[in-house]
């Protein structure tokens, strides 16, 4: 099984400012990574798949790079409404795993 | 609009039996992948399995192999997800999910339902 793992578990950062995001796989999953934000009592919701394609919908300060075993997600401007939890998620290999989330929170 | 609706919430006694299920409509339900993730209390996501309805081809991740069964009835364009004998450690929110394109084997998930909780207490 792959294991993704996230960092940091929690973020702390000001309205305005950048945001990085790291997962990091225990193998190659070549560009089969996706990323989802959760809120509280909501269900996740895709924010990105094949490492750096947008989803329908999503703000253009959302990006993400990376191939192979690490990746990024950066949120260039933090808006009141990206407060929440960021999760990885790798569907090159069965089974698919998910990194442990990394809480973005108001510094 | 693409859409999953869930079965909604279920408080369960632990040795009984649960089957929730995931309404799809909006899209065709035999061409694409339907999952299961579960989200234990103030945990992250594990992906228990995914079904093709088209030819009901059922993959389960090794934690979940034999422990839930996943199953779709195309005639109603609906996904279940069963248990025969709960167990405590079973409480969690419970979401369905659709693969992003049809067909597609390696692929994010989406859109999600709206959640199921699962309480197993005596």
């Known amino acids: 099984e792959i294991v993704m793992t996230q960092s940091p578990a929690t973020l702390s950062v000001s309205p305005g400012e950048r945001a990085t995001l790291s997962c990091r796989a225990s193998?190659?999953?070549?560009?089969?990574l996706a990323w989802y934000q959760q809120k509280p009592g909501q269900a996740p919701r895709l924010l990105m798949y094949g490492t750096s394609t947008r989803a329908t919908g999503v703000p253009a300060r959302f990006s993400g790079s990376g191939s192979g075993t690490e990746f990024t997600l950066t949120i260039s401007s933090l808006q009141s409404e990206d407060f929440a939890v960021y999760y990885c998620h790798q569907y090159n290999n069965w089974p698919r795993t998910f990194g442990q989330g990394t809480k973005v929170e108001i510094k | 609009e693409v859409q999953l609706v869930q079965s909604g919430a279920e408080v369960k006694k632990p040795g009984e039996s649960l089957k929730i299920s995931c309404k799809a409509s909006?899209?065709?339900?035999?061409?694409?992948?339907i999952g299961w993730v579960r989200q234990m209390p103030g945990k992250g996501l594990e992906c228990m399995g995914i079904?093709?309805?088209?030819?009901?081809?059922?993959r389960y991740s090794p934690s979940f192999e034999g422990q839930v069964t996943i199953s779709a009835d195309r005639s109603i364009s609906t996904a279940y997800l069963q248990w025969n004998s709960l167990k405590a450690s079973d409480t969690a929110m419970y979401y369905c999910?659709?693969?992003?394109?049809?067909?597609?084997?390696?692929?994010?998930?989406?859109?999600w339902g709206q959640g199921t909780l699962v309480t197993v207490s005596s």
């Open positions: 909006g899209f065709s339900f035999t061409k694409y992948w």
């Open positions: 999910v659709r693969h992003s394109n049809s067909g597609y084997l390696l692929d994010s998930f989406d859109p």
């Open positions: 193998l190659s999953i070549s560009s089969n």
């Open positions: 079904i093709y309805p088209g030819d009901s081809d059922t």
